[in-house]
C-alpha cells in the first residue's frame, strides 16, 4: 500500500473538477493498482475530524495526508465550511496516530513557515510523528500545482519504496533536492515550501527549499 490520504474539498459549485483522477493514475502507474490510496471529500469541520479519525487514527497503517482544497495564508476550505488553522491542528491532534509522517496542503497559500512553525508547536501542536509539512505560499493555477503535486508524490513514494528503512527526514529531504534540480523554475512560480522538524529542536520547522 501507498499509505497515501488524499481529502478534498469542492474546488467549483456545479463542477466536478478533483484531483482524484490524478492519484488514480500515479497508483496505477506505481502499483499497478488505483485502490492503492485513499480518497473521499470532506465538507466540514466535522466531516473532517470524522474521516481523520477513522481513517488515520490509531492502529492504521496510513503514512501521509493530501488535503486538497481552496485555501488563505490562515486556514482551507470545505466544500461548507472555512476551517482555520486553529480548528484544523485541533483535529489534527485529536484524529491522527502515530504512523502519519507528512502532511501536504494542496492549497494556495496555506503552506508557509509560519504556518508550519503552528502545526509543529511543543504544547499545542500536531503529534511529534509527523516529520514534515508542505504547500504552497502564494495563490496557484489549479492545473500546474496538481501537475506538481503528482510529481511531488512520485518521487517521495518511489523514495519510500526503494530506501524502506530510511529515516523520514532523509525521505523528505532527498525528494525536495531531486525536485529542485528537476524543476526548480516551477517551484518557484508555485512559491512551494516544505519543511521538516529540526534536529534537537523538533518543534521549530526547518526549510527544505532554499534559493540562496
Avoid at 497503517?61 to 486553529?86: E, F, L, P, Q, W
Avoid at 524502506?164 to 518557484?188: N, Q, S, T, W, Y
Wanted: proline share 2%; glycine share 10%.
Amino acid at each position: 500500500m501507498s499509505g497515501l490520504v488524499v481529502l478534498e474539498g469542492r474546488w467549483e459549485n456545479n463542477r466536478n473538477i478533483s484531483v482524484k483522477g490524478l492519484f488514480d493514475l500515479l497508483m496505477e502507474m506505481q502499483f499497478e493498482n488505483i485502490h492503492e490510496y485513499h480518497f473521499e471529500n470532506f465538507a466540514t469541520n466535522e466531516t473532517l475530524r470524522s474521516i481523520l479519525g477513522h481513517v488515520c487514527g490509531n492502529n492504521t497503517r496510513k503514512n501521509y495526508i493530501y488535503i486538497g482544497a481552496h485555501g488563505d495564508d490562515n486556514g482551507i476550505h470545505g466544500s461548507v465550511d472555512r476551517i482555520s488553522r486553529t480548528q484544523l491542528n485541533n483535529i489534527l491532534r485529536n484524529s491522527i496516530g502515530g504512523s502519519i509522517k507528512g502532511i501536504f496542503f494542496g492549497a494556495c497559500l496555506f503552506g508557509n513557515e509560519n504556518n508550519a512553525g503552528f502545526f509543529f508547536e511543543r504544547d499545542v501542536g500536531i503529534r511529534r510523528s509527523v516529520e514534515w509539512i508542505a504547500g504552497y505560499g502564494e495563490s496557484v493555477d489549479w492545473i500546474q500545482s496538481s501537475a506538481f503535486d503528482m510529481i511531488f508524490w512520485q518521487h517521495l513514494l518511489q523514495a519510500r519504496r526503494m530506501f524502506p528503512d530510511a529515516h523520514e527526514r532523509e525521505i523528505i529531504g532527498g525528494v525536495c533536492d531531486c525536485l529542485k534540480d528537476l524543476m526548480g523554475g516551477m517551484m518557484r512560480s508555485l512559491d512551494f515550501q516544505a519543511f521538516r522538524r529540526t534536529p534537537r529542536r523538533p518543534y521549530e520547522p526547518e526549510p527544505l527549499i532554499n534559493w540562496e
